[in-house]
């Protein structure tokens, strides 16, 4: 979305929202600081989605939107049905029952929508859900319906981020996470390192000579019996 196309929207909002307090242009029509930060997180929206987004938040909403409430809405339009758990559970074993299950995993995951597949695989894939004896189907489906819910969630937040700053964020997190794993590897004890050099305390030296001579007096006694 343009700044231009951006700018219209927000005159559209203020059309319809007389409150809404946000001054777009300066007097000398340029655009305002306020303006263009909200420009900064609505330009990678489409533009035709976003105006979509703002007239229904316009039909349904008494009160002006915000970012988030606009994000929210376009992300609705994007987002692939969300597919409830239990629902999702029965897409899956009636595509193992219509392919063959575990001859036909490929088919399978084919024929399921994208977020269907992510729980499947973080399940254990195909297979795992195919050969589950029917005392443990319990657990698995319970398992199953938890990465649902995730998947729903994180597709969800996705798309209402954006792809650039949702990047980013994944980004932060990993370095972050190295980080972690980086000081952790710093503080574990290290291996005492042994270190060699000379005796230099007084009883030490005494206690080496005594050991020493012993040595030679059974070195010699050796001799002699030979």
């Known amino acids: 979305m343009t700044k231009e196309q951006c700018a219209e929207l927000l005159v559209l909002i203020k059309s319809c929202h007389p409150k809404f307090e946000l001054q777009i242009y300066t007097k000398d029509g ?20 976003a105006l979509i987004a703002v007239r229904k938040l316009i039909n349904t909403s008494k009160w002006a939107p915000t ?22 559970w029965g897409m899956v074993h009636q595509a193992i029952n219509k392919h063959g299950g575990i001859y036909s995993q490929e088919a399978v995951m084919n ?20 050969i589950c004896p ?20 994180r597709f969800t937040k996705e798309v209402s ?30 291996v005492p390192k042994i270190t060699y050099g000379p005796v230099i305390e007084d009883s030490q030296i005494e206690f080496n000579i005594r050991q020493c001579g012993m040595l030679r007096e059974v070195y010699a006694k050796a001799q ?3």
């Open 67 to 88: 970012i988030a409430d606009i994000k929210e809405a376009y992300a609705e339009l994007l987002l692939p049905e969300i597919v409830d758990p239990e629902q999702a």
């Open 111 to 130: 024929e399921l929508p994208r977020q269907v597949q992510e729980a499947v695989k973080w399940v254990g894939g195909v297979r795992a859900i195919s």
């Open 30 to 49: 340029k655009y305002t600081e306020a303006c263009k930060y909200w420009m900064a997180f609505l330009n990678e929206l489409d533009y035709n989605m």
């Open 161 to 190: 981020l954006g792809p650039k700053l949702s990047s980013q964020i994944d980004n932060i997190r990993l370095a972050t996470k190295e980080k972690e794993e980086m000081l952790k590897l710093e503080n574990k004890e290290s």
């Open 134 to 153: 029917e005392e443990e189907e319990g657990v698995l489906r319970g398992q199953f319906t938890k990465a649902m819910n995730a998947v729903n969630k």
């Open 224 to 226: 002699e019996g030979r």
